[in-house]
Nanobody
Framework: HVQLVESGGGSKQAGDSLRLSCTVS????????VGWYRQCPGKEREGLAF???????TYVDSVKGRFTISQDNKANTFYLQMNKLTPEDTAMYYC?????????????????WGQGTQVTVS
């Protein structure tokens, strides 16, 4: 059974940087992908950045150039580096995984979700 645990959230000032971590336990069948989503109060959950098991990455336009998704295969950990934070980045951030193929870009296809980590930017 796959479990995802996020960490690294917190309170930041506008312009700061923050790195979120997602540690994966259990075996993820290849091909797989991992994505970072966020949900602001009163809004739908939105996908931000995605990485496949070959290291290929995709970003939505709103975070392209500011956010970077990466992975440490040895540590079974995925990261979301967030730079130039703004108050609009305030949200609960979730790690998500899809196995047996897929792109992680459609939330209804996600197989596993983390519990989320809160990011607040003022």
């Amino acid at each position: 059974h796959v479990q995802l645990v996020e960490s690294g959230g917190g309170s930041k000032q506008a312009g700061d940087s923050l790195r979120l971590s997602c540690t994966v336990s259990g075996y993820m069948h290849i091909p797989y992908c991992v994505g970072w989503y966020r949900q602001c109060p009163g809004k739908e959950r939105e996908g931000l950045a995605f990485i496949d098991n070959d290291g290929g990455t995709t970003y939505v336009d709103s975070v392209k150039g500011r956010f970077t998704i990466s992975q440490d295969n040895k540590a079974n950990t995925f990261y979301l580096q967030m730079n130039k934070l703004t108050p609009e980045d305030t949200a609960m951030y979730y790690c998500a995984a899809e196995i047996w193929g897929g792109t992680c870009q459609r939330s209804e296809k996600i197989n596993f979700w983390g519990q989320g980590t809160q990011v607040t930017v003022s």
